[in-house]
Nanobody, 124 residues
Framework: QVQLVESGGGLVQAGGSLRLSCAAS????????MGWFRQAPGKEREFVAT????????YYEDSVKGRFTISRDNAKNTVYLQMNSLKPEDTAVYYC?????????????????WGQGTQVTVSS
């Protein structure tokens, strides 16, 4: 059974940084995409970033380009989201997800398993 466990969320002031982690277990995670999404209160869950598990291909939502970096440690089966220059509008619950299908995924329905989420709150 696939399990994804996020950690690293918290409260930070605007301009600060956080690093989220997503530990994956239950299946071989080679050759598939991992993604980060976020959901603010009253809003739809939106794509943030994705990375191919066994390569270096990454893709970001426009509003986080240059501020967020997605990376992975295959030995630890863990994906990270380094978030710098945080803004109040980045406040949301952040979820990691895995896509066991070929090709990049940019929407919620493109992903097959999800973590429970971790809260990120950015104060102004």
């Amino acid at each position: 059974q696939v399990q994804l466990v996020e950690s690293g969320g918290g409260l930070v002031q605007a301009g600060g940084s956080l690093r989220l982690s997503c530990a994956a277990s239950g299946r071989t995670f080679s050759n598939y995409h991992m993604g980060w999404f976020r959901q603010a209160p009253g809003k739809e869950r939106e794509f943030v970033a994705t990375i191919r598990w066994s390569g270096y291909s990454t893709y970001y939502e426009d509003s986080v380009k240059g501020r967020f970096t997605i990376s992975r440690d295959n030995a630890k089966n863990t994906v990270y989201l380094q978030m710098n220059s945080l803004k109040p509008e980045d406040t949301a619950v952040y979820y990691c997800a895995v896509r066991f299908r070929y090709g990049i995924g940019l929407t919620r329905t493109d992903y097959d398993y999800w973590g429970q989420g971790t809260q990120v709150t950015v104060s102004s």
